[in-house]
């Protein structure tokens, strides 16, 4: 026996190489550190945030209006005339506007051999419900700017679009963008891609522009307005776009029903609310083991006065390399 051991001392001497257990074979002893599943598609949604959001008990929201004409005094319509006193009313347009929710729904099917299983240490059917509901908030932002029926870019008036000057954003872009919403707006909307060309442009004239923390986060202001990102105004039609080139849109926007902006509608008290108009219910489990469950958003919003959105249009992006 020590003849033996003494052999494979020396054996091990004249050959470094020591017989060890591989990192292969000591891995399934080995605990794992697991992340959730990472969602990339998901930005902060600051819009929705920041929308002044109101419950509906039945899914319409009627825009009343007054009938206006070319100045205020002519929305008096006088009836009378006295020496003293002349009598008028005001008249209110016969056939006002009428939003109805819009649906964004999808289903998710979970087999309940898979939940049971595989359960730990993250729930199978909460990261997938969880993952669907941000799928879904990430398609009502889009949606809240860009649906042809409600959508602040689709649905801004006419006479509160204007074309940008020289190609990229310049400060007097976004100062004209501000005599249209001069009524305490609330927000620029842009696509980060813009606003790092808002900062190169202003940075090139002198004029920087100064910032504001707002939910924790720093913004870029001009004159005191923050410029919100959002990936939700394309560039070039799309959400990724690719190369450095584009064009793309950027929105100034009042929100608020007392200062006659934008307001974000829902339906109020849906059966598995989980959120503001968003609800998951319980389908049930099929002859087959998978167990199913709907969800459902209802959103529109509302554009109260004309003034309280304006678009700078065929605004050109750019790139860094541009500026140098």
């Known amino acids: ?42 930005t902060p949604r600051w819009l929705t945030r920041l929308f002044e959001w109101k419950g509906l008990d039945t899914g319409i929201y009627r825009l009343n209006k007054v009938k206006e004409g070319d100045s205020p005094l002519e929305v008096l319509c006088s009836l009378t005339h006295t020496e003293e006193i002349p ?5 209110y347009e016969e056939t006002p506007r009428e939003y109805v929710l819009n649906s964004i729904s999808t289903v998710i099917n979970v087999q309940t051999r898979v939940a049971d299983l595989y359960g ?29 029926d409600y959508g602040l870019l689709k649905n801004a008036s006419d006479s509160q679009r204007i074309q940008t000057r020289n190609g990229p954003p310049t ?10 919403v001069w009524k305490e707006p609330s927000y620029f909307l ?35 307005i923050p410029i919100i990102p959002t990936d939700k105004l394309f560039v070039d039609g799309h959400k990724n776009p690719k190369g450095l080139g584009g064009k793309t849109n950027i929105l100034l926007v009042r929100t608020g029903e007392s200062k006659q902006g ?18 998951v219910r319980f389908r049930g489990i099929d002859s ?8 459902s958003l209802y959103c529109s919003a509302a554009i109260l006065a004309d003034d309280a959105v304006a678009v700078l249009e065929d605004v050109d992006v750019g790139n860094y390399y541009d500026y140098q």
């Open 262 to 279: 934008v307001v974000g509608l829902y339906q109020a008290g849906l059966p598995g609310e989980q959120s503001k108009g968003l609800s």
């Open 171 to 180: 400060p007097d872009d976004l100062d004209e963008l501000i005599s249209k």
């Open 190 to 224: 842009a696509h980060p891609r813009a606003i790092a060309a808002i900062g190169r442009e202003c940075t090139r004239r002198g004029v920087p522009p100064q910032t504001v923390q707002l939910f924790g986060s720093h913004f870029l202001t001009w004159r005191g």
């Open 288 to 295: 087959n083991g998978v167990g199913s469950y709907l969800l």
């Open 120 to 148: 730990k240490p993250f729930d199978q059917v909460q990261e997938q419900l969880q993952l669907a509901i941000e799928s879904i908030k990430e398609k009502q932002e889009s949606q809240l700017i860009n649906s042809d």
């Open 87 to 91: 009598q008028s009313f005001v008249n």
């Open 1 to 42: 026996m020590s003849n033996q051991a003494n052999s494979t001392v020396i054996s091990n001497q004249a050959n470094p190489t020591v017989a060890a257990l591989s990192a292969s074979a000591a891995y399934p002893l080995a605990n794992v550190t697991k992340t959730a599943p990472q969602f990339e598609a998901i």
